[in-house]
């Protein structure tokens, strides 16, 4: 029994400690350092992959390092010269937002967001197919998932699939979407190459400083 007590005293005291850990000076709210962001944080709301919001976010903020968030302005400046500008959908992402990823994944029961987000891909697969990992960049603070849009009316300008669709269909490279939206991916990937942001090949709306701050350091502190 008192085993069983201090063993829950242990996961308690953990749990209060992650809870309490404060955002890190090197971070900082990247909508007031990219002036315009437009924000759509799916993963604190039900309109993600899980269908439910995820662990760790606590407000709808988009959380950079301040090197991150400053290279993510210079992108914004230059999109407005052609009337375009960034919305982002996930940035720093904490590690126990992961792990919720991670326990979603390997419970191949829950189907319910199958038809909108994976409707080719067996749930099976998403680890060895590197759809979900153990760990995530996002956890250093320096990746961002966005998309363009329109500044005249905030309209997303048409990618070819959705956010967080897993599938060849959302691979930068796939040629079975349309021209415009192969142009708007380029377009996209150019910009935020010009700043100094690496694309993924299997996801078109992912990119990662070159040069970020914290290469080896997986943050788990809340979105607050």
């Known amino acids: 029994m008192r085993r069983l007590f201090a063993g829950f005293a242990i996961l308690a005291w953990t749990t209060l400690a992650a809870d309490a850990q404060p955002r890190r000076p090197a971070f900082v709210d990247a909508s007031e350092t990219a002036t315009g962001l437009k924000l759509e944080m799916r993963y604190f709301g039900g309109n993600n992959f899980v269908g439910r919001r995820i662990d760790g976010y606590e407000a709808p ?3 950079l390092t301040r090197e991150a968030a400053q290279a993510l302005a210079a992108v914004q400046r230059d999109l407005a010269l052609v009337g375009l500008g960034l919305k982002a959908f996930d940035c720093y992402r904490p590690a126990r937002a992961v792990a919720h990823f991670v326990r979603w994944a390997r419970d191949v029961a829950d189907q319910k967001t199958k038809q909108a987000f994976y409707p080719e891909v067996d749930k099976r697969n998403l680890f ?43 691979w930068p490279s796939d040629r079975s979407v349309s021209a415009e939206a192969r142009g708007n991916r380029m377009l996209l990937a150019a910009a935020m190459r010009l700043r100094g942001f690496r694309p993924y090949d299997k996801e078109w709306w992912h ?18």
């Open 61 to 63: 903020v988009c959380l």
């Open 128 to 170: 060895r197919d590197g759809y979900i990992a153990a760990r995530s960049g996002h956890s250093r603070g320096s990746t961002i998932d966005l998309t363009l849009v329109r500044l005249a009316d905030g309209e997303e300008l048409d990618m070819g699939s959705p956010f967080d669709f897993f599938g060849v269909r959302s």
């Open 207 to 224: 990119f990662t400083l070159r040069n970020e701050p914290f290469p080896e350091t997986y943050f788990d502190f809340p979105v607050r």
